[in-house]
């Protein structure tokens, strides 16, 4: 990778997996120190929910999954990887809530405050998705620009739906209430999805219809210090890098509401590039490929046996 620039990647949620980071956890003393931070700072063992498998309790993943446990736990997960690893990278980004791992690995983000933060902003989105049937789907097959003049179409004051994640070229996840989703799902179906799979989440993220919880973010960002990134992060409102601190808090409040344009945002940068993904999963990775091209330079970083590789390589 010497002669590639590098860019780190940070998953969001649908990464996770039951029983992540305990191996990090028992082989890695960088990473234990910031599990063992998390569970001080949040005062509740977000370690459990993070370790315990499926094989432990059935309910492991379903319990993790849950928007105000998952966000937290992605976060601290990404970071203790981040930690064993001592990356220098040219360029950071984050899928949705991966933004804040990203702010984090580029100085921008305290570790503390990012994890009070990713924690207040799961709360807040889980309680947006209360008392209206909404929810995502993601459409596979189509463009950006068909499944957004669909969305358009069916859209009214009443009922919401837009697109939230710009994910790849053919690969959309669209937000909003329940009878809108179906309605467009229905058009996009005749206009030739390949597939469509809604989302086990529990609310309609990156729309207008978690507005709510902008407001309430809004009152936490203000208490946070942003430093100066130390290398450009790439934004998921913009598709753009940024290095103002005020114009990334600005876009972090934004982010809740708006589209994830991770597409645009890996299309933006430059040529000649090798990508880490840098936490549990290895969607960020798929997407890449699908982006760039199958030959991208990407490669999945989550555990203590692929921490070591890497750095034995």
Not at 58 to 84: D, M, R, W
Not at 143 to 155: F, I, L, N, P
Not at 207 to 215: D, G, N, Q, T
Request: hydrophobic share 45%.
């Amino acid at each position: 990778m010497a002669d590639k620039q590098l860019a780190v990647l940070f998953p969001g949620q649908g990464s996770q997996v039951s029983g992540m980071g305990k191996d990090l956890f028992q082989n890695v003393s960088r990473s234990r120190t910031i599990f063992e931070t998390a569970d001080e700072v949040l005062g509740f063992p977000l370690t459990e929910y993070c370790f315990t498998g499926v094989d432990e309790d059935p309910q492991a993943l379903e319990k993790l999954t849950n928007t105000a446990i998952c966000q937290p736990a992605l976060y601290t997960h990404s970071i203790a990887v981040l930690a064993a690893l001592d990356l220098a990278p040219d360029f950071v980004a984050g899928h949705s809530v991966g933004e804040y791992s990203a702010l984090h690995a580029c100085g921008a983000l305290s570790f503390e405050d990012g994890l009070r933060l990713v924690r207040r902003r799961g709360e807040l989105m889980a309680m947006a998705g209360r008392g209206r049937s909404a929810g995502m789907t993601a459409v596979i097959g189509l463009s950006g620009e068909v499944v957004d003049g669909a969305c358009r179409e069916v859209s009214s004051a009443e009922s919401i739906v837009v697109c939230a994640n710009y994910n790849a070229p053919r690969q959309v996840v669209i937000s909003g209430d329940t009878a809108a989703l179906r309605a467009v799902e229905a058009i996009l179906r005749n206009a030739g999805a390949r597939k469509l799979v809604q989302l086990p989440v529990s609310g309609a993220f990156h729309s207008p219809l978690v507005l709510r919880a902008r407001e309430e973010l809004a009152q936490e960002l203000a208490t946070v210090t942003l430093r100066p990134p130390i290398c450009p992060v790439y934004l998921n409102v913009t598709a753009q890098p940024a290095l103002d601190p005020e114009h990334i808090r600005a876009r972090m409040l934004e982010q809740l509401i708006s589209p994830v344009r991770w597409s645009q945002s890996l299309q933006n940068m430059p040529e000649n590039v090798s990508f880490i993904e840098v936490g549990p999963g290895r969607v960020l990775n798929g997407l890449v490929r699908q982006t760039l091209g199958r030959g991208a330079d990407v490669i999945s970083i989550s555990t203590a046996e692929a921490v070591a590789a890497f750095l034995t390589d």
